[in-house]
Nanobody
Framework: HVQLVESGGGSVQAGGSLRLSCEVS????????MGWFRQGPGREREGVAQ???????TYGDFVKGRFTISRHNANNTLTLQMDNLTPEDTGMYYC?????????????????????WGQGTQVTVS
């Protein structure tokens, strides 16, 4: 049974930082492309970042060097370090996975490219 559990969300002021974590269980973590999506109020879910088992990383255009995705295959954990947050970053952040190699920018174009999802963790920036 595949399970993804996010943590680390919260409320911060603009310019602040948050570190999101995703604990993964139920499958061989290093066989999957992992990523983060987010959904702001009244907006569609959009791709934030993805990372392959080989460490290849792709970010959404809006990240602009502010976020860092990383994965720790030894303990099945995915993280997203977010710095210099703005109110536009407010939303629910979801950890996601798909059992294949990452496909880069085209993966982040649609949430339909991933088939395992966590429940999400709320990020609020004021």
């Amino acid at each position: 049974h595949v399970q993804l559990v996010e943590s680390g969300g919260g409320s911060v002021q603009a310019g602040g930082s948050l570190r999101l974590s995703c604990e993964v269980s139920g499958y061989r973590f290093d066989s999957y492309c992992m990523g983060w999506f987010r959904q702001g109020p009244g907006r569609e879910r959009e791709g934030v970042a993805q990372i392959g088992s080989d460490g290849t990383i792709t970010y959404g255009d809006f990240v602009k060097g502010r976020f860092t995705i990383s994965r720790h295959n030894a303990n099945n954990t995915l993280t997203l370090q977010m710095d210099n947050l703005t109110p536009e970053d407010t939303g629910m952040y979801y950890c996601t996975a798909v059992r294949r190699s990452c496909a880069g920018t085209q993966d982040l174009a649609s949430s339909k490219n991933f088939n395992y999802w966590g429940q999400g963790t709320q990020v609020t920036v004021s």
